[in-house]
């Protein structure tokens, strides 16, 4: 079986070829840039964000232990993900408003997705508030249950599930319009 083109692209890094940097950099960076592109609506924070993560990955890549296949891009995205968390936090771009249940109201049936192409869900997912946006994306796209949620971003648990029911009914609703404004 060859070996991985991730484990053979950090040997040649440990070498000292900068080309192998180049390689992995072109490898992972549309991958990377969607991950912390989840959290930071901004382009240039987006930008400031990934080129903070990448200095932090190249600067710890010689204490990165390998473990098959997809353990790499895994690492480094954990990384990107806690520099995105990081700033919003540094920021102060995580405001969690205590709402009551009364003001948030999710269409009865909820709207049909599925009728929306993909890339308009990722931009009303962008479009969302960035502390709904957080919770929405740790707990639907990283699987992160709101225990964990509430550890990660310093808020009480009850504060993570709540935000998720809000950010819920908020993308509801911009796909209700979406579907409304564009009939197909």
Not at 31 to 57: H, K
Not at 114 to 127: D, F
Not at 175 to 183: A, E, K
């Amino acid at each position: 079986m060859a070996e991985d083109a991730d484990l053979q692209l950090i040997r040649r890094i440990a070498n000292g070829e900068r080309a192998a940097e180049r390689a992995l950099y072109q490898r992972h960076i549309r991958y990377l840039s969607a991950v912390a592109a989840r959290y930071i609506s901004n382009d240039e924070d987006l930008r400031d964000v990934l080129q903070e993560a990448l200095v932090r990955i190249f600067a710890n890549l010689s204490s990165f232990q390998y473990r098959g296949a997809g353990s790499l891009r895994a690492w480094m995205s954990r990384i990107v993900l806690n520099d995105a968390l990081k700033f919003l936090r540094t920021n102060s771009r995580l405001q969690f408003v205590e709402l009551d249940d009364e003001a948030v109201h999710i269409p009865d049936p909820p709207p049909d997705a599925e009728a929306v192409p993909a890339e308009v869900i990722h931009r009303l997912i962008r479009e969302l508030p960035d502390g709904y946006r957080t919770i929405f994306n740790l707990y639907v796209v990283e699987n992160k249950s709101h225990k964990e949620i509430a550890q990660l971003l310093g808020i009480k648990e009850s504060t993570s599930a709540s935000q998720f029911h809000r950010a819920k009914a908020a993308l509801a609703e911009k796909i209700t319009n979406y579907l409304q404004h564009n009939r197909l």
